[in-house]
Antibody, heavy 120, light 107 residues
Framework: QVQLVQSGAEVKKPGASVKVSCKASGYTFTSFYMHWVRQAPGQGLEWMGIINPSAGSTSYAQKFQGRVIMTRDTSTSTVYMEVSNLRSEDTAVYYC?????????????WGQGTLVTVSS | DIQMTQSPSAMSASVGDRVTITCRASQGISNYLAWFQQKPGKVPKRLIYAASSLQSGVPSRFSGSGSETEFTLTISSLQPEDFATYYCLQHNSYPPTFGQGTKVEIK
């Protein structure tokens, strides 16, 4: 069965960086894009960007350009998202979500979420 | 970016009620729309994809309709486990954008 397992909660100071992982299993890793979405406390869902695990190509929401880097390791079927220069407004739950080209597989599976807390 | 506007933002309803949530797109998105349910502290769960296709395992009381700029999610008879926040998501063009959410509360 398809599973996306994310790394554990993090507490960071303002200005620091955080790297969250998302390990995929149960399907062909390189056949589906991976998206990252975040949700601040009590707020809605916000799309951050996408990585193509096959080519390693990425596309980021304009808001996160220059501060987010998404990478992948095909040997372990894992994607990573690093956010730099953290500020308090980055406190949120970060999710990875599978996204195929066709609607049937777009955001059909999600990771369990990783809480990132930014506090001095 | 395409803006997705959900209405209402919140609503109170009783068990057994018929509930309708609307999502409007700022431009046509064909049928590239999905609906998600999220309960507090839980991961969003996809209910509907391609505007009207029911996700496997989701009860048939949930249904979706619409195309281009106007979409609806209908719960035909609200059950206790349906009290949650619902989001629409368009993926016709990048970036994908979510509606702001509709919180369905117990009356």
């Amino acid at each position: 069965q398809v599973q996306l397992v994310q790394s554990g909660a993090e507490v960071k100071k303002p200005g620091a960086s955080v790297k969250v992982s998302c390990k995929a299993s149960g399907y062909t890793f390189t056949s589906f894009y991976m998206h990252w979405v975040r949700q601040a406390p009590g707020q809605g869902l916000e799309w951050m960007g996408i990585i193509n695990p096959s080519a390693g190509s990425t596309s980021y929401a304009q808001k996160f350009q220059g501060r987010v880097i998404m990478t992948r390791d095909t040997s372990t079927s894992t994607v990573y998202m690093e956010v730099s220069n953290l500020r308090s407004e980055d406190t949120a739950v970060y999710y990875c979500a599978r996204g195929g080209i066709v609607a049937t597989t777009f955001f059909d599976y999600w990771g369990q979420g990783t809480l990132v807390t930014v506090s001095s | 970016d395409i803006q997705m506007t959900q209405s209402p933002s919140a609503m109170s309803a009783s068990v057994g009620d018929r509930v309708t949530i609307t999502c409007r797109a700022s431009q046509g998105i064909s049928n590239y729309l999905a609906w998600f349910q999220q309960k507090p502290g839980k991961v969003p769960k996809r209910l509907i994809y391609a505007a009207s296709s029911l996700q496997s395992g989701v009860p048939s009381r949930f249904s979706g309709s619409g195309s281009e700029t106007e979409f609806t999610l209908t719960i035909s008879s609200l059950q206790p486990e349906d009290f949650a926040t619902y989001y629409c998501l368009q993926h016709n063009s990048y970036p994908p954008t979510f509606g702001q959410g509709t919180k369905v509360e117990i009356k």
